[in-house]
């Protein structure tokens, strides 16, 4: 299984982005994909997840502002980034729950400054 995220880049404060990532290889129908993020000195963290049967999850400090999506038959979800802020500077990665595997993109730079 591969993970290929992209949409990174610079944004001012109050912006959008939107991110994808598609997977490929052997993948089962019910999975998770979700997104996670890391910030230079800090820990990995959970930034929204999707199931194959649409359910979502996010925490609070992204609620209202970021909305996760995903296309089933291209393997692929999205995360609506709007109203950024300087602190959701950071690598963003996306992640796939798939059979008992966890498998991680590359990671994509967001970088929200003025």
């Known amino acids: 299984v591969q993970l290929q995220a992209s949409g990174g880049g610079l944004v001012q404060p109050g912006g959008s982005l939107r991110l994808s990532c598609a997977a490929s290889g052997s993948i089962f129908s019910f999975n998770v994909m979700g997104w996670f993020r890391q910030a230079p000195g800090k820990q990995r963290e959970m930034v929204a997840t999707?199931?194959?049967?649409?359910?979502?999850a996010y925490p609070d400090f992204v609620q209202g502002r970021f909305t996760i999506s995903r296309d089933n038959a291209k393997n692929t979800v999205y995360l609506q980034m709007n109203s950024l802020r300087p602190d959701d500077t950071a690598v963003y990665y996306c992640?796939?729950?798939?059979?008992?595997?966890?498998?991680w993109g590359q990671g994509t730079q967001v970088t929200v400054s003025s």
């Open positions: 999707i199931t194959s049967g649409g359910n979502t």
């Open positions: 992640n796939l729950k798939n059979l008992g595997a966890t498998y």
